[in-house]
Structures are given as C-alpha cells and as structure tokens.
C-alpha cells in the first residue's frame, strides 16, 4: 500500500474511533437542554476537569505553533511557560469565585455575569462580541493547524483544502452528536494521547544530534541568537515579555471555552485539579518537548517558508512512516480537543447572549437548541473560509490579536469580581476604549515609548474603568451589589 494512502488512513482510523466514543457517551449523557449541551450540567469531576482544560489548553499550537515559535524566536519563547502559572493562579481563585456565583445566579457566559453585576446590556453583548470575534480568529488558526498536519503527512494524496474540510466535518460530527458532555471525555482520550504524542516527537528530534547537551550545542555553534533574548527577530524585548506576564495570562484564560470550564466543575476540589494541569502540561509540552523539535529543525530543515510545518517535515524525514503518521494522528487529536470547545463556546455566545439577548426564557427548549446548532454549524464554516488562506506563524497571530483582544474583559470582569464600587459606566468607557486603542495601534502599527500597542491598551482600559468609578463612586448602590456580590 501506498504510505501516503496508509498515513491517510491511519488518521482516519483515529478520527473514526475517537467519533465512536462520543456517540456512545452522548447516549449515556443527552443533551436536552443548552445547560447540559454547553456546560455539561456543570458536573464535571476533577480527574475529567484536569483532563479536558489539558485538551482545551493545548491544541494544534503545541505540535506545529510551539515548534514553530521556537524554530522562529529561540529560547525566548519559553516565557509562555512562565506565563501559565499566572493562568492556574487565576483557574483557582478568579474561576472558582465566578463558579459559585455563575451556580447560584445561572450565567452561563461572561456576558451574563457582566449583566447581572453592572445592570448594563451594552456591556454583556461588547464582551460576548469581543469574545466570539477574538475566538473565530483563534478557531480558524486550529482549523489551518490540523489542515496543514493532514495535508503534509499524506504527502500527494490530499491537497490542503481537502484536508481542511476533512478536520471541518470530524470536528462539527464530535460537536453535534455530543454536546459538552460528550466533548469531556473526548478530551480525556485526547488529552493522554497528545502528550505522549509531543513527547515522543521530541524524542525522534533529539535522536539525531546524540541528546538534549549536543543539540543545545548545535544551536550555539550554528544560530546563537537562537538562546539568548530579544532572539534573531528581536522580538522578545523587555516590554514584550512583559506583556506575556501580564496581558496574555489573561487573554488565554478569558477565552470564552476555557473561562466556561470553571463553570462546569463540579466542585472547588475539581476546578483546583483542573488549574494544577496547566503549568504541569506546559513545562512537559512548551518548555521541553516544543523546544527541542523547534531548535533541532532549525539545524536540520535550514529556512522554511511556514515555521509551524516544522515538526510534520521533520517526522516525514527522520522516523518512519508508520510513526510519523501516529505523531500527526496525535496532533490533530490536539487540535480537535481545542476546536470542539471553541465551537461550542461560540455558539453559546452567539445563541444565547447576542441573538436571544433577553429573550431566552421566551424561547422553546427546542427552538434554542435548534438555533444554537445552526450557529454552530455557520460559525464552523466562516472558520474554514478564514483559514484557506494561512499566515506564516498560527500562533503569532493568536498572541498578538486574540489573547489581547480577550485581554480587553480583565480589568471589568476582576474588578466587578472584588471592587464594590466598579461602576458599569467605568466598564463600559474603558473595555470600549482599550479595544479602540489596541485595533487603532496594530491597523498604524505603532508602539509609542517603544511599548506594544496592546500593553497600552491595557493600561488605559484600567485607567478608565478606576477613575470613571471612583467619579462616580456615591452614585452606585454599595449595600445592593454587596449583598448579592460580596
């Protein structure tokens, strides 16, 4: 048999089995209603918890994104591993605080808390816009990273649109049939397989230099600037890894379908197991195994016109077939894990806070549910259309636009969370404001002060939202949001 055709199958295999164990989970657990459908009837349990904000977490970015990253900055992209631990700090005490309340008050969304806690409708749809616009962006990046991996590994035999609709359909098939709950378990399959599938990727691109010691010296003989800051773009400077202590923490885990698995933890011990499996999977994915598939391309594959196909080149060329096609099986199962949870997240956002905006308790069970696979199904497709173009690096893309666009709902969202004179005026001006000044800085390309535009933009939607709310600090009902908030 051809090895194009049998790497081919092989990934469909996989596909296929993985699609098997969300059919017989949907009939243990149906979806009947959007709560059960989008939050899994907030009853996930922590072994499960752990697993699927692994899966959620790590996507197709940490088998073609993180290589690339590195392949392209060096040893300064290893900040996005510091950066997590700031995402787990905040997965326990800002998620298990929104969790208690988003049970007892039943958001479902950020746009809902948002509602509830500033009595502003203008704010809950700017924040679910912001957060399904940012999400599409990120969404269509996993569609060209499963794409790319397909179409790579199967040499001739598939085209990379043809292997785009193939990651399309897979993708809307877990979907539909499961619903969230049938998305967690899935996760948990997908979570173990693609670690092992990192891990043993770093393996093979470690082989043949002799070990980690000779591959680092390899890099030091061949592209120094690869292991010292800025790196040979220059692009990790001082204040951009600043921002990757402070920005993009809270991009990665305002984005809406990880922020909602806080909402479907079971309980506090569940949502603290979930939060100590980020830095975990980060240092075992993005501080070892990225880093030497990345650096050990860069001495082998010289000049790629797309980093992030560094990893797919390097399987084909120094292991087998065989395995090769396990390793991009695994890497795809990493990609479907993160764009089951987008999709879902999505759709959520679009059906219940933007389209039956005020209206959901006027809507049928069956009506909503209709609706909201609809969305699903359109928000998929915009998804591919966006990504049958790809850019040269997935996961610049994302840090750049969607982390900090997300970042954007941070400083209304922490201090609505534990300041009872955030004001929704505050919220409103300077979430409005801060994304008016990140768009305007990256259409002009600016960075004033040498500072990056969505560091700026940060700063001023803070500003704004403090001195906005302390002006009108004896005009909000202190006793009423502490009864209900604090």
């Not at 993180?66 to 787990?88: C, D, E, F, K, R």
Request: aromatic share 10%; net charge positive; glycine share 8%.
């Amino acid at each position: 048999m051809d090895k194009s055709l049998a790497s081919f199958l092989i990934v469909v295999i996989y596909l296929c089995l993985m699609l098997g164990v969300t059919i017989v989970n949907s009939k243990k657990k149906k979806s009947t209603d959007t709560q059960s459908f989008f939050l899994a009837n907030r009853g996930v349990g922590g072994l499960l918890m752990a697993l699927t904000m692994i899966a959620g977490m790590q996507s197709t970015f940490a088998f073609l994104g993180g290589p690339g990253m590195y392949y392209t900055h060096g040893i300064s992209y290893i900040v996005i591993v510091l950066s997590q631990v700031w995402v787990a700090f905040m997965v326990i005490y800002f998620g298990n605080k929104i969790r208690k309340q988003a049970k007892k008050y039943g958001y479902m969304s950020i746009g809902d808390y948002f509602q509830d806690r500033f009595k502003s409708g203008y704010l809950k749809i700017l924040a679910s816009s912001i957060s399904v616009l940012m999400t599409l962006i990120f969404l269509s990046m996993q569609y060209v990273g499963n794409a790319t991996a397909l179409s790579i590994i199967t040499g001739d035999l598939l085209n990379y649109k043809v292997a785009l609709l193939i990651s399309v359909v897979f993708s809307l098939l877990y979907v539909m049939i499961g619903g969230a709950g049938g998305v967690v378990l899935l996760d948990a399959f997908q979570a173990v397989i693609l670690m092992a599938g990192i891990v043993v990727a770093a393996i093979i691109a470690i082989k043949p230099f002799g070990g980690v010691v000779e591959l680092f010296q390899a890099t030091r003989n061949s592209a120094p600037e690869l292991l010292s800051r800025p790196g040979p773009q220059g692009t990790y400077t001082n204040a951009y890894w600043l921002m990757q202590f402070i920005v993009l923490p809270f991009g990665i885990w305002l984005c809406p379908y990880i922020w909602s698995k806080s909402l479907m933890a079971k309980d506090t011990n569940s949502l603290a197991k979930s939060a100590i499996s980020v830095p975990v999977s980060q240092v075992l994915i993005f501080g070892f195994s990225a880093l030497f598939i990345g650096l050990a391309g860069h001495n082998m594959l010289g000049n790629l016109d797309r980093a992030d196909q560094v990893l797919p080149i390097m399987m084909i060329e120094n292991t087998s077939w065989i395995v090769a096609a396990l390793v991009m099986a695994a890497a795809m199962s990493a990609g479907l894990s993160t764009i089951n949870a987008m999709l879902l997240s999505c759709a959520q956002l679009v059906s219940q806070d933007l389209i039956f905006f005020n209206k959901k308790e006027k809507i049928s069970n069956r009506t909503n549910m209709r609706v909201s696979r609809i969305i699903i199904v359109l928000i998929a497709i915009i998804a591919s259309i966006i990504a049958i173009r790809p850019p040269k690096a997935l996961v610049q893309v994302v840090q750049d636009v969607a982390y900090t666009g997300l970042a954007q709902l941070a400083p209304a969202f922490i201090l609505g969370l534990y300041w009872k004179y955030a004001s929704k005026e505050g919220a409103s001006l300077g979430m409005t404001m801060g994304v008016i000044v990140l768009f305007v800085f990256r259409l002009l390309n600016i960075s004033p002060l040498n500072i990056p535009g969505f560091l700026w933009a940060f700063v001023i939607n803070i500003l704004i939202n403090v001195l906005v709310s302390l002006i009108l600090k004896k005009r909000i009902n202190v006793s009423e949001v502490e009864e209900k908030f604090f």
